[in-house]
């Protein structure tokens, strides 16, 4: 619950006159100016009431701070885009005096769009030692968000009027809290390929009942081995005393680039905002990232996730430099790339970092990796293609608007180039990318 603040107070916007108090005030000034030509001095004391009551109440309305204290909270706390939100607002009296006639409204960005003003109900004073409950009103509305992104909502701002109805005065309160809307996610065919075969190549990884339980393997008795671990049932199978051996397993791994910078062809002193094209395509982006990723995650994959502009040293998110994985990991991805920031919208913008040459490349240990490509520059092009050799296999979803010239260099280095115009398109694009694994013989199978 957070109280609002002397910071807060002085931030609180002047106090100014309703229609009825302006009406009542240009009334009083028109009496005082016409009662001299017109002799008519018993209007003078009407005139003065006219003028001096409205500014009285701007006075009052300005002096008269509520203390107020409130408590934001969401249901559900993580929401995705094109779903909406329950607000439970709870607005407490922390004054000694009782508060009515005031008005709510939340804040939220631009791109959100919040109820209108409403009344809200009266508070009583606060109630420290036996609370009842008078002192405190519990709001709520709910609020839709189509866009993926984390998004500030309040402070409040609360309206409060003096008895007359004359002036007023807004005032916010508490501070805002943030709301997460991750990417949507598009369910992906589970049926085309098993979710571990990787061709013996990914660190040893075998099936398991378990994701991370060790399995014990029995084997021949050593000389220091202790006798809790000898294997009763092997040893009567093979006649000699046998204990039991635990192999680490590991889990598959699986590798996701995403192009977070749109640095290609646009060029950098190009305008950026929500009209351009590119906008819709970043986003397409995210909600491809978002789907890949979880489908990897529930098939067992643990998944690395890295920004194209530096595919080694820039990770999706600092608290995740190991990648992800289940159980939780699903979770963990959706909120990362929810708070990436649209670089149309952000005046950040940053350019591939790594030379393509010092990219480390093992060939022993390839593992599944894909690319979300927006509007790469040349130079994270050969970022790509010099992680191909890592790879396999190698597969590249493209949005509208990825040029040729990037398209055919890819498919030069034998990345598997899949388009995809729309959220709508990603179960088939998926697909084609299951059959071109399956038709190449070789490689891990992350479908």
Known sequence: MTRMSRATRRRAALPRFTRR????????????????????????????????????????????????????????????????????LAVQNRGRRA???????????????????????????WERLMP?????????????????????????????TDPFGLASIVREVGTAHELVVTPTVTALDP???????????????????????????????????????????????????????????????????????????????AVRSEEDPRHAGFELAMEIAASVGTHLLERGFQVRVDRLADPVHQPLSEASPDGYRSPGGEHALLE????????????????????????????DARMPGYAVLVDPDAAQVQLLVALRPALSPA?????????????EALEDADWRIVPVRRAADLPEAWSIAGRTRQSAGGGSDAS
């Open 21 to 88: 108090g302006a009406a009542l005030l240009i009334c009083g000034v028109l009496l005082f100016s016409i009662t001299p030509w017109f002799d008519l001095r018993d209007l003078m004391l009407l005139a003065f009431i006219g003028i001096l009551l409205p500014v009285v109440a701007l006075g009052y309305v300005f002096v008269r701070t509520p203390s107020l204290a409130v408590r934001r909270t969401f249901e559900p706390a993580v929401v995705g885009a094109g779903g909406s939100a329950r607000v439970l």
């Open 99 to 125: 508060l009515d006639s005031a008005d709510w409204r939340d804040t939220a960005p631009n791109r959100l769009q919040t109820p209108p003003e409403a009344i809200l109900p009266a508070l009583g004073p």
């Open 132 to 160: 009842r409950g008078d002192d405190t009103a519990k709001l709520e509305y709910r609020l839709r968000v189509p866009y993926r992104g984390v998004f500030e909502i309040g402070p409040l701002k609360v309206t409060t």
């Open 191 to 269: 049926a085309l390929g098993t979710a571990a075969a990787v061709d013996g190549v990914l660190h040893g990884v075998q099936r398991r009942t378990h994701p991370n339980a060790d399995e014990f393997i029995a084997r021949e008795y050593r000389h220091g081995d202790p006798m809790r671990r000898v294997h009763w049932p092997a040893t009567a199978r093979r006649g000699e005393l046998m204990v039991r051996d635990e192999e680490q397993r590991g889990d598959p791994e699986a590798r996701l680039v995403v192009d977070t910078t749109l640095s290609g062809r646009a060029g950098r002193g």
């Open 336 to 363: 990362d790339l929810a708070r990436v920031e649209n670089p149309l919208l952000d005046a950040r913008h940053g350019a591939s970092d790594d030379d393509p040459a010092a990219i480390p490349v093992s060939h």
């Open 395 to 407: 597969v590249a979803f493209v949005v509208p608007g990825v040029s040729s010239r990037v398209v």
